[in-house]
């Protein structure tokens, strides 16, 4: 999947986030009420992650966030 195609699927599944790729990792931004990049996931590739694992990354973020 290409990181394209990752923030189609997240917009098409109502998810208000996009999923951006820093230098060897990835973070969400627009996570919260603060609109601002979450912790970074350290992975090298968008694919070393299933669709199952980068949602649950979303959920910790989101739950970061909130406990903020």
Same mark, same amino acid.
Do not use: H, M
């Given at each position: 999947m290409t +990181?394209?195609? #990752? *923030?189609? $699927? +997240?917009? +098409? /599944?109502g998810h208000p986030e996009q999923l951006i790729k820093g230098r060897g990792y990835f973070? #969400? %931004? *627009? $996570?919260g009420a603060c609109? $601002?990049?979450s912790t /970074? %996931?350290? $992975?090298?590739? %968008?694919?070393?992650l299933t669709w199952?694992?980068?949602e649950d990354e979303l959920?910790?973020?989101r739950e970061?966030?909130? /406990?903020?």
């Open positions: +990181l394209n195609g #990752f *923030n189609r $699927v +997240l917009a +098409l /599944s973070y #969400f %931004i *627009n $996570v609109k $601002v990049p /970074s %996931i350290c $992975v090298a590739r %968008i694919n070393d199952e694992q980068w959920t910790k973020a970061e966030e909130a /406990s903020r």
